[in-house]
């Protein structure tokens, strides 16, 4: 009930709020090969983005961290980034602030006939870690595995590399297990990997209370406050964008070309884990748990990933969108 109040509250700021006249503009930094243009192909395709009266402007970037320089520099109004990253640009004096994109997370990933049954059994084994050594996923394992005594970082020999890397030596058979980026999971499950675990498995013992975005939306807050209604209709539209891509398949028509295969298991993998990572809970619950993993990442991974702060940062989650 709680999601179709937001999906009915949103959808009404859309309905009602669209101006009549000229388009607003948004301008996007948006990654050439990541799923925020998925997204961009389904909004267009139904042609949300004009029942919502914006105009986006796309930049095609390589990499997330092209987008955080356009941010900074002041070329781009909406990026995709993590709340962590948002947090610790807070502190530094850059006020911008997150609203959820996705909970999709990494998995640790094994070959179908691995001997090995839990995480545990990743003690004494090498293990490939994409994202390097303060990875976000890589650090709540650690401090997951902790809990039970084992220091993975001693206990098993670790190897980190590029994602795309990782994937392609996983399939090589060069390591025991890897731990990945959630789309590049989903390239080996296609493939016959099995989860060994997937990382918002271990939240709960972690502390978390569900499924936390950790993927969002990021702007500047007094941009967004001077387009407070331009805003409320971009969420409005994604949301609506979400819904399309978790209830019709024919929608993923559209997406299809931009995942890079042709491979039916391969989309079907992709088209299920996208949907199992769309935010479907309050901003008041995603900031709760945010907080709560945020201190554990503060005190595995320390000052070179968080900063000088110990605490998530007030004002990281924006809280202006109606039904939230």
Known sequence: MRVLARISALATVL???A????????????????????????????????????????TEL???????????????????SDWLWVSRERVLGAKLTFYPYSSALGAVMVPANSPLQTLADLKGRK????????????????????????????????????????????????????????????????KGFRRLAGIEEILPKLGAKGAVAAVGYVFDESWAARH???VARFIAMTRKAKELLATSDAAWDKVAPLTGTTDPALLKTYRDRY?????????????????VLYRVLAEIGGRDLVGPAAELDPGTFYHAVPGD
């Open 15 to 17: 309905a009602l709020t």
């Open 228 to 230: 407070k209604e331009a």
């Open 62 to 80: 390589a990499s997330t961290e092209a987008g955080k320089i356009a941010m900074r520099a002041g070329s781009a109004d909406i990026i995709l």
């Open 127 to 190: 293990l490939a870690v994409a994202g390097g050594a303060i990875d976000k996923s890589w650090l709540l394992l650690q401090a997951r595995m902790k809990q039970d005594g084992i220091d993975l970082k001693s206990d098993a020999t670790i190897v980190y590399g590029a994602p795309p890397l990782i994937a392609a030596k996983a399939l090589d058979g060069e390591m025991d297990a890897s731990l990945n980026f959630w789309n590049f999971c989903a390239q080996l499950e296609a």
């Open 275 to 291: 949907r199992d990572g769309i935010p479907r809970r309050s901003i008041d619950d995603e900031e709760k748990d945010a907080r």
């Open 19 to 58: 101006p009549a006249g000229a388009a607003d503009t948004i301008r996007l930094a948006v990654q050439k090969t990541g799923t925020f243009s998925w997204e961009l192909a389904a909004i267009r395709s139904a042609g949300l983005d004009k029942e919502a009266g914006l105009s986006l402007e796309v």
